[in-house]
């Protein structure tokens, strides 16, 4: 570098004597003021300076250079690093105490839950009690009511009859009632029951419509069941069959027992069906076995 500059320096000497001597010719006969005067001096200098002087050299980058560079870049970068993760942490942070919550809050909404369906299922056991309860009242109610009744099956129909006088004549007939007996007794009202049970062919009953009678005396409807229960085998016909009047559920239920009570008598068995309470219940003992226990029949 050192030997480019010189020899650059050496020609650009000579070349610029030369031109220093033209100047000097073209200056030596002018006759100039002093104020426009060129210092002849200064001139040369200038001209003697070298060209490759008057320009800027490039800076040089050294490796110190580069090495602080890298190093406020790294510095910078951790900077950056360690903020991102402050706030990767704080984040982490929000993001499981927000969880937490929601965690608490599921586990309070699934026991609300729990406390709500066992509240429901308390509420709806208390209501079906309720039911039961209100429903036994209304059969007991109904069943006081249907005291005073009893129901005649195999009463033979007859046309523009008087029910009470025909009633009056089955007292007699089927109750072993005398006349005297049988006109004392005090009937309230009595009508026969329409049957849905019909013949296919010509439309008609194929049995008697029953009649519900109503007793003013309690003492007459007890003696006609006792009656019934005594009485001995009438020959040549179907005796007339009485039995209490009970609420339509308890009346359904006697029914599916009257006929598990004849599948028990083809066994050789005797039965009874009976009233306890608001239940209708069928008990069953061996035939003429008057001294055996009666039992409960289940199904």
């Known amino acids: 570098m050192y030997n480019l500059r010189s020899n650059m320096s050496g020609k650009r000497g000579k070349n610029l004597s030369k031109e220093q001597v033209t100047l000097e010719s073209m200056f030596a006969g002018r006759n100039t003021s ?16 070298p060209l490759v002087n008057m320009v800027s050299e490039p800076e040089t980058v050294t490796n110190a250079d580069l090495k602080g560079l890298l190093l406020d870049m790294d510095k910078r970068l951790n900077a950056c690093m360690e903020s991102l993760e402050t706030q990767l ?5 929000r993001v499981v105490k927000n969880e937490s919550k929601i965690a608490d809050l599921i586990e309070s909404v699934e026991l609300t839950d729990n406390q709500c369906k066992a509240h429901n299922e308390e509420v709806t056991k208390k209501i079906d009690n309720m039911d039961v309860n209100v429903h036994l009242e209304f059969v007991r109610q109904e069943l006081h009511n249907r005291k005073q009744n009893l129901l005649f099956y195999g ?27 049988a006109s004392g007794v005090f009937i309230v009202n009595a009508h026969r029951l329409p049957r849905r049970r019909r013949d296919e062919q010509n439309g008609q ?7 519900i009678v109503r007793f003013g005396c309690m003492s007459d409807r007890g003696y006609i069941l006792d009656a019934m229960k005594n009485r001995g085998f009438i020959e040549d016909r179907k005796p007339v069959m009485c039995y209490t009047d009970l609420p339509p559920t308890m009346k359904r239920k006697r029914g599916q027992l009257a006929a598990r009570a004849r599948d028990l008598k083809k066994e050789g068995k005797s039965t009874r069906i ?21 039992k409960l029949y289940t199904d």
Do not use: C
């Open 274 to 294: 009976r009233v306890d309470g608001v239940k209708v219940i069928l008990e069953y003992r061996k035939k003429n076995a008057r001294n055996e226990a009666w």
């Open 155 to 181: 009463v033979k129909e007859e046309k523009d009859e008087n029910i009470y006088q025909v009633m009056r004549n089955v007292f007699k007939t089927d109750f072993n009632f005398s006349e005297e007996e």
């Open 89 to 93: 942490r704080d984040t982490t942070a």
């Open 34 to 49: 002093n104020t426009q005067r060129i210092d002849k001096e200064k001139m040369a200098d200038s001209m003697n300076t």
């Open 205 to 211: 009953n194929q049995s008697p419509d029953p009649v």
